[in-house]
């Protein structure tokens, strides 16, 4: 996990704000897009846009990164 947050949401021990996790999510999964633009590894790219999803499935900004990467793929 990115800070220790549990999948229910924030917990008391976390440093990062609901502002900052979405960056940082949001950061993961444009570096596994980023990663099949230029080097065409599509099992690397997947598994890094897969994992920001996991860590936060409402991230909006992973599943459009998921979307762009799917568009991309075909």
């Not at 990115?2 to 949001?26: A, F």
Request: net charge positive; charged share 25%; proline share 1%.
């Amino acid at each position: 996990q990115v800070c220790g947050c549990n999948s229910q949401g924030m917990s008391e021990e976390c440093s990062l704000s609901r502002v900052e996790m979405v960056i940082v999510l949001g950061t993961l999964c444009m570096k596994g897009l980023l990663c099949f633009l230029l080097n065409k590894d599509k099992e690397t790219a997947e598994k890094e846009i897969k994992a920001g999803l996991r860590l936060d499935p409402k991230n909006g900004v992973c599943w459009q990164t998921l979307g762009l990467f799917y568009r991309h793929c075909k």
